[in-house]
């Protein structure tokens, strides 16, 4: 491989560096996870309100910030599409 090649595939690395790194930063992400993470929450909190249990209460973060970060792959396909 000759140095112009590797210049080009370091370029084109730091590229998607630059961009995982905004977008872990980026206002948009940090809404949706906020948007989402209490969406799943309110669900999560009609579905157990029979039950007076502190580790199904435990949970609710959990499952609220997991779901909502799997979801986050489509919004930012969408977003990356402005940068």
Known sequence: MNIEEEINQIKERNKKV???????????????????????????????????NIMLSSLVPVIGFTLSTLSLKFVRKVWQKDK
């Open 18 to 52: 630059e961009l995982d790194k905004k977008w872990e930063t980026s206002l948009i992400r940090r809404l949706c996870i906020c948007i989402l993470t209490y969406i799943i929450v309110v669900i999560y909190s009609y579905v157990i309100k029979k039950y007076d």
